[in-house]
């Protein structure tokens, strides 16, 4: 079952968001994963830990703007 969300704007006064590479405007969430050294796991152990993203669902391009600041 999907959840209602009310958002406080109308959507008229947004921005459509296309991807970069094919411009299509229709996403699906990702993951970029990232090892963790056991040396600074505060298990000690290797970890690694997901970061979600969105990508083309046409293409699979993720956009610049989707990626955490720290790949920028």
Known sequence: MHETVNIPVNLSQ???IKCDECASTVFHP???L???SALI???GKETV???QVFACD???HVN???LPIERS
């Open 14 to 16: 947004t921005e459509e």
């Open 30 to 32: 990702a993951f970029i």
């Open 34 to 36: 990232r090892k963790v």
């Open 41 to 43: 796991s505060p298990t």
């Open 49 to 51: 830990i997901p970061v």
């Open 58 to 60: 046409s293409c699979g």
């Open 64 to 66: 610049e703007e989707f």
